[in-house]
């Protein structure tokens, strides 16, 4: 087996740059510290970019040590900071961020975050010639190419202990819940927390006939039940999200007792939970190695419990579907 050393020795990486980029996710200061120790490890410098792609261009960017980064894994957020950049859609920021890096000596990157990330770190290698691997960190678990994203399990955990609390009060006074969980685009954290809780009714963007069991729900669950009931409703719902449904519902049967609860970005935040750290600790290690075997413009992901890399270009370009079996099992298990 070669040594780790012996990998760094053949490669003209010297110092790795890592940062995390758009919203954040649990379980991404653990990807931090594994990138951060899988580097030292392979005798190589790291530095860490301060507020992504603005960082960047700012030049906030400081040296990272084995030391930096301990204590961190069990925390949420980043210690590097997140932050969007227009400045960096634009090929003058980007040649300035590139400025930054030289000036810092760094000959490649890691960036931890989500498709829009990505598509700037693809373009950005394509311009500069610039070694970059990316980890994603998302809740909302829908990049294509890989089974698992880091933070969707934390993010799951908090709707569901958010849930089950909702579910007490709205059980002691016969109230219908509309609760709202973050997913613009994609479904899976509403649709797998809904399953986790019990949702009566779960709507999410990618399957239309949540409004259908809505109405099915009302017209005829609710009426055998006389209890409560909690539908689960992503926020890019073509429907306009929890306030609206609430407020239709209200109008169309007044005599129920409605509310609506957005959980927001709460789903963002806490400790990660084991899966998260691991996770993010096996893509954190991933990253380096793909470095050094000369790796660029992918994404690590997991597929069948297995490290892949994935090209940027396919994994910007295409959503990862949603589950239509959970979609079944849901519709099997709400029999009113």
């Known amino acids: 087996m070669e040594e780790s050393s012996m990998t760094q020795t053949t490669s003209k990486i010297k110092k790795i740059g890592v940062f995390t980029s ?25 530095v860490g970019i301060r507020y992504g ?15 930096d980064v301990s204590g961190i894994l069990q925390q949420g957020g980043t210690i590097l900071k997140t932050a969007r950049s227009q400045e960096f859609r634009t090929p003058e920021g980007r040649k300035t961020a590139y400025d930054n890096l030289k000036a810092h000596e760094v000959d490649a990157l890691v960036v931890i975050g989500g498709d829009g990330s990505f598509t700037g770190a693809s373009i950005f290698s394509k311009e500069y010639d610039i070694p970059i691997v990316g980890i994603p960190g998302t809740i909302d678990n829908d990049m294509y190419g890989t089974d698992y994203t880091i933070g969707y399990d934390t993010a799951v955990n908090t709707v569901i202990n958010a849930v089950d609390k909702i579910k007490d009060t709205a059980s002691s006074h016969g109230r219908i819940f509309f609760v709202e969980v973050m997913g613009r685009e994609a479904g899976l954290l509403a649709l797998s ?3 986790a809780c019990g949702a009566e009714v779960i709507i999410i963007p ?14 005829k669950g609710y009426q055998k039940k006389k209890t409560s009931g909690i539908i689960i409703v992503a926020e890019g719902d073509k429907a306009g999200g929890a306030i609206k449904l609430a407020e239709k519902v209200t109008k169309e049967h007044p005599d129920l007792d409605v509310r609506f609860s957005i959980l927001g970005h709460m789903q963002r935040g806490g400790t990660p939970s084991a899966k998260d750290r691991i996770a993010a600790t096996q893509m954190g290690v991933a990253a380096v190695e793909a470095l050094l075997d000369d790796q660029k413009s992918v994404m690590i992901g997991f597929q069948n419990d297995k490290i892949v890399h994935v090209p ?15 979609v079944k099992i849901q519709r099997i298990l709400n029999i009113w």
Request: net charge negative; glycine share 10%.
């Open 22 to 46: 758009g919203g954040d996710a649990p379980g991404m200061n653990a990807a931090i510290r594994a990138v951060t120790r899988a580097a030292i490890a392979n005798e190589l410098e790291v």
């Open 53 to 67: 792609y603005q960082g960047m261009i700012n030049g906030d960017i400081i040296p990272l040590h084995s030391a």
């Open 193 to 195: 927390s809904g399953i």
């Open 206 to 219: 990618e399957d239309a006939s949540g409004a259908e069991d809505l109405k099915n729900f009302l017209t």
């Open 312 to 326: 940027f270009n396919k994994t910007v370009k295409a959503h990862r579907p949603i589950d239509e079996n959970l």
